[in-house]
């Protein structure tokens, strides 16, 4: 398995994964399938572009195919950018409890300790995703809060859970 940035260049293959994980899984993202589907391949290269404040990592297997991505963003304006948020983190299925989540995750966290004034990551999970809060907690993250009906998909809610690393 390789860990890298992704860029422009791998605009159709992360459309494909994150349709895919929207898809199948609407109810661990913020995002909706159908808002995200509307996005255009252009508009998906330009959100894959790294900068210094923010970056998106996949993970490929030996085949060479997307398997696993996580985004970063540090957050803007002063009184902010002390914190980072990692978002849209998403294994297949069957690359799960293969260690695919947790280099992703290592990546992005060590990736984000070399920020300058960096001080701490936020993230949120579905409360009921008890997989992603082991993988969370494991590598340092803790809860600190929960925000009830955080996520609404037609009549049914789902709460959050807010985590965090410090790195202080």
């Not at 920020?115 to 600190?144: C, H, P, Q």
């Not at 809060?145 to 859970?161: A, H, N, T, V």
Request: hydrophobic residues 40%; positive net charge; aromatic residues 8%.
């Amino acid at each position: 398995m390789n860990v890298r940035l992704l860029d422009p260049e791998d605009a159709v293959s992360f459309r494909e994964l994150r349709l895919r994980a929207l898809r199948d899984h609407p109810d661990a993202f913020g995002k909706s399938y159908e808002e995200a589907v509307n996005l255009s391949i252009e508009e998906t290269a330009e959100r894959l572009k790294p900068s210094p404040d923010a970056f998106v990592l996949g993970a490929f297997d030996a085949a060479g195919k997307l398997v696993g991505m996580v985004g970063f963003y540090r957050e803007k304006g002063m009184k902010k950018r002390h914190k980072g948020v990692i978002w849209g983190m998403y294994c297949l299925p069957e690359c799960r409890g293969k260690g695919v989540g947790k280099a992703l995750l290592a990546e992005a966290v060590e990736r984000a300790r070399k920020m300058k004034g960096l001080e701490l990551i936020t993230l949120r999970v579905v409360a009921s995703n008890d997989s992603a809060k082991k993988l969370y907690l494991s590598a340092g993250f803790r809860t600190w809060g929960k925000e009830p009906r955080s996520l609404k998909i037609g009549s049914r809610y789902m709460d959050q859970e807010l985590m965090v690393l410090d790195f202080g």
